[in-house]
């Protein structure tokens, strides 16, 4: 190998073993018998044991907030996709006024300081009586995700050929079979691609949930880990686990379609 | 992708932006099949639009000139007070602190976004193969990684006791790490805070670069090289004029989302020591739910959207000149 190759490559290991330390010291020390978690000296070299992840899955409600964070996110991305499929096809086939300020709309809705409106969207809540449910995590949720799932499924849309949508409708088919049996197929990649934004988005959300669903049977996940280290406080073995339980589902999906991700997120976001 | 319009299907007639258009077309609505129908399928977009984020958007607004703490919270009375939040706000040392901590937080983890993810972009395109494989699935896995669970592991590595931190320190002959506390001022909560972040952002600029490269020609670049140009003027004169909407475009979107950056701040150290480490959405929480000052709180909220529309504007002008650039 030449110098420089061989500096090249070099480079990309250190900066490949900095970017998954983190990831590896979390399994890893999820994996370990506490005596070799908390060292002063950190233990490289062990027999992986389970019991963490017993005491994790064991924990207070877990499977509660894993199920509610499942049917909120489920929830959220099923119908922040439907929402979007109407709109994203309405702006990217038909003419109407004010097309163009819904687009400008969506795409400042995308940057939306959600953040900072926690407050705000608490309060409105409560004078709603819709603190503490799994439905106005979906709500909210979804409409987090509708903008960039608007701005992308109309990128996808807009690239099917139009052609065929009329051939479809000379043999018969009405506007909405037409849509159906010849875009819809068409959508996958675009579907997927904003599916999982959306499920990224939910699955991970922390803000909102811890303000506005404050009762035990109604938190998500990412509560559930944060509470978790709380009480946990010392056990960082068990506390890894429970990071880690929490990482796995995302990190699967993500690995799977990240590709599409990175397409999505230029063409959605990068992009404008 | 540009923002312009395609021609119209055939069943929906085209309206005619005059007034005399805009006149027939709303008189006419019965008699013109199908001119409904793109506002029926955005309906349902725009009410949840509006319904979540418009009317948090006017009720932070709202609050803001209202004095509404614990006492307005219970009785659900509404009391405006004009100004008195914002005056209040803006004489007060800690929203200042505040202020100038968030910017230069958000300064500091920007340029070392864009610095190296700029810089490992340019790397993957180099490697061969197999180390190119290696690490973009490294970056990819931080990428994924969710907030809070990144957060809690950072947490877990700047342990005073046993974290890997201090070990680490250790290793490299540094004194004073036997029991460090990385979390006792606000200012070493922050530096972990934008390590956490920079580890967590820089793949989405590097492997985002690096896809964008990929559309560059290679002979461009070659031919450049033939003309003894180094690395660096390389980049500089050949890779950031191509690529000078991407720097942009991502330089903006970072400034946005570090800027607004609330878990990983918030879930590290609540704020602390001694409120310290709070960034302006980090303050406006902990005012708000944790003080239950929902008025003050609003005030900060409004001055930090303040903050980030005039970020958003030179952004929605970005991509505006870059749509017509694309037209043209």
Known sequence: MKPRKLWLNGTALILSALFLFPVYWMVSSSLKENSKVLTKDPVFFFVPTFEHYTTASEADLFWTYALNSLVATIGAVVVALAVALLASYAVARMRFRGKRAMLLAVMAAQLAPWEVLVIAVYLNARDLSMLNSIGTLVIVYCVMALPFTIWTLRGFIAAVPKELEESAMMDGCNRRQAFFRIIFPLLAPGLMATSLFGFILAWNEYAMVSVLNKTPDTATLPRWLNGFQTAFGNDWGATMAAATLFTVPVLLVFLLLQRRVTGGLAAGAVKG | ?????????????????????????????????????????????????????????????LLAFQEF????????????????????????????????????????????????????????????????????????????????????????????????????????????????????????????????????????????????????????????????????????????????????????????????????????????????????????????????????????????????????????????????????
């Open chain 2, 69 to 328: 703490g614990r006492r307005q919270f219970i009785s659900r009375t509404t009391e405006y007070t004009g100004f008195d939040n914002f005056r209040e706000v803006l004489q007060s040392e800690r929203f200042w602190d505040s202020v100038v901590r968030t910017f230069v937080f958000t300064a500091v983890n920007v340029v070392l976004i864009m610095v190296i993810g700029t810089l490992i972009g340019l790397l993957l395109r180099q490697l061969g193969r197999a180390m190119r494989l290696v690490l973009s699935v490294s970056l990819v896995v931080a990428w994924a990684m969710p907030v809070i669970a990144a957060t809690t592991v950072f947490h877990w590595l700047f342990d005073t006791q046993f974290g890997v931190a201090n070990w680490a320190m250790r290793s490299l002959g540094f004194d004073g790490y036997e029991q460090h506390n990385w979390f006792s001022s606000g200012t070493s909560t922050l530096a972990i805070a934008t390590i956490l972040i920079v580890w967590a952002s820089v793949p989405f600029v590097a492997l985002n670069l690096y896809a964008g490269l990929s559309t560059v020609s290679t002979e461009i670049i070659e031919a450049a090289r033939m003309d003894g140009a180094g690395s660096w003027r390389v980049f500089r004169s050949v890779i950031a004029p191509i690529m000078r909407p991407f720097f942009l475009i991502t330089t903006f979107l970072e400034i946005i989302w570090v800027f607004k950056a609330f878990p990983q701040v918030y879930a590290l150290n609540g704020g602390g020591p001694d409120r310290e480490s709070e960034t302006l959405p980090v303050m406006a929480y902990i005012e708000g739910m944790g003080q239950n000052q929902f008025g003050l709180a609003a005030a900060i909220s409004v001055l930090t959207v303040l903050v980030l529309l005039i970020a958003m504007s030179f952004y929605f002008r970005l991509i505006l000149t870059q749509e017509k650039e694309n037209d043209a």
């Open chain 2, 1 to 61: 992708m540009t923002v312009d319009i395609e021609q119209a299907p055939p069943p929906v007639p085209p309206l005619k932006g005059t007034t005399a258009g805009r006149e027939r077309a709303r008189r006419g609505s019965g008699r013109l099949p199908g001119a409904w129908v793109p506002y029926l399928l955005i309906a349902p977009a725009i009410a949840a639009l509006l319904g979540v984020l418009g009317y948090a958007l006017v009720r932070n607004l």
